[in-house]
């Protein structure tokens, strides 16, 4: 077996490699690589050199850096390296109490986290240049509609209080910029919709529009979440991502918290989950129906959005793994 851990910044990879022959530990050998592309041929000539498999014998375990760490995904994904892309902070809290950091010691850490739970770890899906394609358009959408939002907010509630010779002024400097933005935002919003419409994507986008509440945003946000669902994730799993899911904060007879989400959660889902939540409220009976019985009954309106967000998860992904449209057995029985 072969246990490689790797830190990755956005200049260096370092890499530490543990080798076990007939059951014992060999010493830990470690070697930086520059991150591009000729740092990559040292690399694969380098683990050439230790014998390292290139096959379920060898397992590569990095933290998740956003775009940083592409690269090596590439790699791995071309060569049949199974590779594990862990969450920063699950990885280091595992680690108990560490004193003292470094790039070598931190690889060096990766790599005792991949021999220690080697067997425990779900390897990641080879990289989709498609979906990360959607990923890069959904960020740059995001970023677009925000500015849009903020100078049409500026514009907007400035034209009472201005003086007419200020606003008017107002209006010939932004206009052009939110024309720009709107031209932008339009090609970026057809280039996204190009990619959800290939055979590869459109099968699993369109099941997640049949969800009630769900729209083109939130099913393209999904895909880009899960790889295409690519790693057959659970619902509960997928909504404790989201940060819809209320845990319990109790400990003995002195600590009775109530029931709460988790801080640690993906905020731009969340924030996607919470508009389609009010959509689906506002559109369908189903959920128009669940809001107000469950607000007779005294619960918090927060919590009940909260619910009906998981809802819209847990139906999205029973869509995707029974690979069936949903069925309103709701509307059906009325």
């Keep these: 077996m072969f246990y490689l851990g790797m830190d990755v910044s956005k200049l260096w990879l370092d890499l530490a490699v543990l080798s076990v ?18 740092g990559m041929k040292k690399l694969d000539k380098w683990l050439k050199k230790l014998q390292v498999s290139f096959d379920t014998d060898s397992l590569l375990v990095i933290e998740n ?40 010691i931190d690889c060096k850490r990766l790599c005792d986290y991949a021999s220690k739970h080697g067997n425990e770890l779900k390897t990641t899906p080879s990289l989709d240049p498609a979906i990360l394609n959607l990923k890069d358009l959904m960020t740059t959408r995001a970023t677009l509609v ?26 010939k400097a932004l206009q ?19 990619i959800t419409g290939s055979d590869t994507i459109k099968t699993n986008h369109d099941l997640l529009t049949s969800v009630p509440g769900i729209g ?36 003995g007879s002195s600590i009775r918290g109530k029931d709460r989400v988790h801080k640690m959660a993906n905020k731009k889902l969340k924030k996607l989950l919470h508009l389609g939540a009010l959509s689906a409220i506002k559109n369908y009976p189903e959920f128009r129906d669940y809001y107000e019985r469950k607000k007779t009954a005294g619960k918090h309106p927060l919590s009940i959005l909260n619910a009906i967000r998981n809802k819209l998860i847990l139906r999205a992904v029973a869509v995707i793994n029974n690979q069936q449209p949903y069925l309103n057995n709701y509307q059906k029985a009325a």
């Design 65 to 104: 850096t956003g775009i940083y760490h592409r690269i090596i995904w590439q790699y791995c994904s071309e060569n049949n390296l199974p590779i594990y892309i862990g969450n920063a902070a699950h990885i280091k809290w595992s680690f108990g109490i560490a004193r003292g950091k470094s790039d070598l």
């Design 176 to 194: 052009p910029t939110l024309d720009g933005l709107k031209t932008s935002l339009a090609s970026v919003e057809a280039a996204i919709k190009e």
């Design 146 to 171: 925000e500015q849009k939002t903020i100078f049409t907010k500026q514009l907007k509630e400035g034209k009472p209080f201005k003086s007419i010779e200020a606003y008017l002024f107002m209006v």
């Design 216 to 251: 083109p945003v939130i099913a393209t946000y999904l895909i880009c979440c899960t790889s295409n669902f690519a790693g057959k994730h659970s619902g509960k799993q997928v909504a404790c991502y989201a940060g819809v899911v209320p845990f319990g904060h109790t400990s």
């Design 21 to 38: 022959i007939n059951h014992e530990k060999q010493p830990m050998v470690t070697n930086r690589f520059d991150n591009n592309n000729s």
